[in-house]
């Protein structure tokens, strides 16, 4: 209903709408709590190894007994697993407690609810969720606010300040789909913000869009590294060019692949950042200046399962245990991310574990016939010019299709470089078919994924 009267309304009244719901976001998450935050994780960001392992230590206690004395799932598994709360005295106590999965979430959101709070002082967020079964999370004011201090230090490492002007090019459709003419943006003037539809993007409209970037100063971009890395092509290839560059642009939601940041670098003119974060506020982990990742350790607890060893480092399935959230609590959640660490100090001089990339989801590993998931996909993307959007979708162990959007120049040789690159990883037993397409669909929220198996979950979640 509400959407139904958006679309049809004038535009000005659509930036009006806009700019209703970005007062209502930004008390949500500017609030006191939110500053007082911010404020403190500058501090820490500094601190020693030691001490922020001794913070964690103190939460986890606290969040423990918090579960057992108020949360239904925990009393009921603590009890069956013979479990008790002083059991739980650091995070290397934390293999006592079960994993915690998505479905068991999923199957009962209301037995994570803690009867400390009244759900109806708390925020309701649901997710899409890539393999089409959403998750439902209720989330305190204070969660809230706390993820986007960690957030904001993240991009204070980068010069940029809360109140500067900027653009977002995310999933959230302000721009009817049906329209087929500009403007392809709406204005949120509460937040500083100029939102681009992902959804209309392409060759013939990105002029447009970079005729608005240059009508302003944005200070930054942020968004799906998937809609910027498409623009920033896009201008490439019209030699398009920004009047005034942003400082940074900012990426967040999706794995940022090699390739699209050296595709944004070079029309955007600046350095590109990224930050790995959860729906379930659970964990965080934040590039630094130097471009490696960070573990922000005040907002959550991460275990490492080991998946496989190389040269870069160990990839390791994330579980994690958030440590803000007191009204939805989640121990030990498997969210479903591979990463890989390093024990490489890094150069920044932060003290906390360092992550060299984010690999991607489990649900979007490629499995092989003899038992292989292979997560670490990024370089295949990597140097291929003529190819201008790509996917790989595994229907079986045995086949991999990989739809092609095509730019001009692609030939036959461009094929067998991108086969030859895929067997190299994933071996000459799997029947490799190419399907060329004028586009590759992005998911209802906006996202492109660039693997996607559809392997049932037995087999692509087993090694």
């Not at 998931?373 to 010019?385: S, Y």
Request: aromatic fraction near 10%; charged fraction near 20%; proline fraction near 5%.
């Amino acid at each position: 209903m509400i959407k139904g009267v958006y679309n049809k309304s004038p535009i000005c009244l659509q930036n009006v709408a806009c700019t209703i719901a970005g007062f209502a976001k930004r008390g949500r998450r500017y609030n006191r709590t939110f500053h007082q935050t911010l404020q403190w994780l500058l501090q820490t960001d500094r601190w020693s190894l030691e001490r922020l392992r001794d913070y964690q230590n103190k939460q986890l206690r606290e969040l423990v007994a918090h579960c057992y004395q108020s949360v239904p799932y925990y009393a009921r598994l603590f009890d069956e697993n013979g479990i008790q709360p002083h059991d739980i005295q650091t995070t290397e106590d934390l293999p006592a407690i079960p994993i915690l999965t998505k479905d068991i979430v999923r199957q009962n959101p209301d037995a994570f609810l803690s009867s400390s709070f009244a759900r109806r002082t708390l925020v309701d967020t649901a997710t899409s969720g890539t393999t089409g079964a959403g998750l439902r999370f209720y989330h305190s004011p204070y969660t809230i606010a706390f993820q986007w201090a960690v957030w904001w230090r993240f991009r204070m490492r980068f010069g940029v300040s809360l109140n500067d002007t900027h653009a977002a090019f995310t999933g959230k459709q302000v721009v009817p789909q049906g329209q087929n003419v500009g403007p392809y943006w709406r204005h949120n003037y509460a937040m500083h913000q100029t939102r681009f539809s992902a959804f209309h993007l392409s060759s013939a409209t990105a002029q447009e869009y970079v005729k608005c970037l240059n009508s302003r100063h944005y200070r930054y971009y942020s968004g799906y590294p998937s809609v910027m890395s498409s623009l920033a092509e896009f201008m490439i290839d019209q030699r398009l060019e920004l009047v005034r560059p942003p400082q940074v642009v900012f990426c967040g939601s999706e794995s940022l692949l090699p390739h699209q940041a050296h595709l944004m670098q070079e029309a955007f003119g600046c350095p590109v950042a990224d930050q790995y974060g959860a729906a379930e506020h659970v964990c965080n982990m934040s590039q630094c200046e130097c471009g490696n990742y960070h573990e922000d350790m005040e907002l959550g607890i991460v275990e490492r399962q080991f998946v496989e060893e190389h040269s870069s480092g160990v990839s390791s399935r994330i579980i994690a245990t958030g440590l803000t959230d007191r009204a939805f609590p989640l121990l030990r959640y498997d969210i479903g991310d591979i990463a890989t660490f390093t024990n490489s100090p890094c150069s920044c001089d932060r003290q906390t574990p360092t992550i060299r990339c984010i690999d991607g989801r489990i649900e979007s590993c490629i499995l092989t016939p003899d038992g292989k998931r292979i997560g670490r996909m990024a370089h295949v993307f990597a140097d291929l010019p003529n190819v201008r959007e790509s996917q790989i979708v595994q229907e079986t162990v045995y086949t991999l299709t990989v739809k092609v959007v095509r730019a001009h120049g692609y030939s036959e040789r461009d094929e067998l470089r991108y086969k030859q690159r895929i067997q190299a990883i994933v071996g000459t037993e799997m029947n490799i078919a190419f399907e060329y397409v004028d586009r590759i669909p992005k998911e209802k929220n906006g996202k492109l994924r660039a693997v996607i198996s559809r392997l049932p979950e037995s087999n692509a979640t087993t090694k």
